[in-house]
């Protein structure tokens, strides 16, 4: 609807001036209050390593690549909380979930799929691509075959390995031309003080186009992040490990 005629049908309430009316349009507001998004993978041969001081990491024997993290949009944290999700909203995903946005803690594959629901699905709910929780998990899934980092890593010569390392440089020169150069690759350090590869963020806008900035979604909301991640990106300078997956010892890939 556009403003002119929202302003002839306001105008046809009894009473209700010019002013008022345009008080009322004035005070519309975009149903989203984000405008980027991040789409989060991570790399389960390094994901347990991130979690020394937690049990029951495991990464299932049929887990062999990059599984989903998150699909976060920014600044915005559990913008409706009264909105559940149930396992009949999954139950004909449950197959690709299981395998592509698995929970790496033991027994928690529903537990972390409401979680990501809640915190963050519910935000992503005013797009309306991803109003429900069955259309949110659609989406991430479909954006997780779009991104097969497994493939564009594997196509430069980039593999899993305890001896060779590789530079940030040729990692993000690497995804570049399919993630933009807006992505950001995350690391951890291990008992060795080794840098491990273990997320990489891909920033979107709200039609899913990539490049979405951190200083766009600035202009929207002056606040700073709700959540710090435990992570931090890959140093320039130093060596960056990406581990084999390790199913029988996650916590210790290249020990």
């Known amino acids: 609807m556009t403003t002119s005629i929202l302003l002839l049908i306001l105008l ?7 002013e008022h ?15 980027c998004m991040n789409f989060a993978l991570q790399w389960p041969g390094a994901f347990c390593v ?3 001081n937690i049990s029951g990491c495991v990464v299932p024997q049929h887990v062999q690549n990059w599984t989903i993290h998150g699909l976060w949009p920014m600044h915005v944290d559990k913008c409706c909380e009264c909105w559940p999700i149930f396992n009949s909203d999954l139950e004909e995903l ?11 803690i033991k027994g928690r594959n529903f537990t972390f799929w409401r979680n990501e629901w809640i915190k963050h699905g519910s935000c992503a709910a005013c797009k309306e691509g991803m109003n429900s929780p069955t259309r949110y998990f659609q989406t991430s899934l479909k954006l997780r075959r779009r991104f097969n980092i497994d493939e564009i890593l594997r196509n430069s010569g ?6 060779n390392s590789y530079k940030s440089d040729d990692l993000r020169k690497a995804l570049a031309p399919i993630l933009s150069d807006m992505h950001e ?20 806008y709200l039609n899913f186009t990539l490049g ?9 909301l002056s606040s700073p992040p709700l959540t710090k991640s435990p992570l931090r990106p890959c140093p320039t300078h130093s060596p960056i490990f990406y ?9 210790h890939p290249c020990a």
């Open 243 to 251: 581990f084999p997956i390790k199913h029988e010892d996650p916590y």
């Open 185 to 204: 690759i995350q690391c951890v350090t291990d008992d060795k003080e080794r840098e491990v590869l273990v997320q990489v963020k891909i920033p979107l």
């Open 12 to 18: 046809s309430v009894p009473a209700l001036s010019i």
């Open 158 to 163: 980039i593999e899993p390995s305890c001896i």
């Open 94 to 104: 449950e197959p690709e979930l299981t395998q592509l946005w698995p929970s790496l």
């Open 21 to 35: 009316a345009s008080m009322f349009i004035l005070k519309e507001k975009p149903l989203c209050r984000w405008e």
């Open 50 to 52: 991130s979690l020394k």
């Open 212 to 220: 979405c900035h951190q200083h766009d979604q600035d202009s929207v």
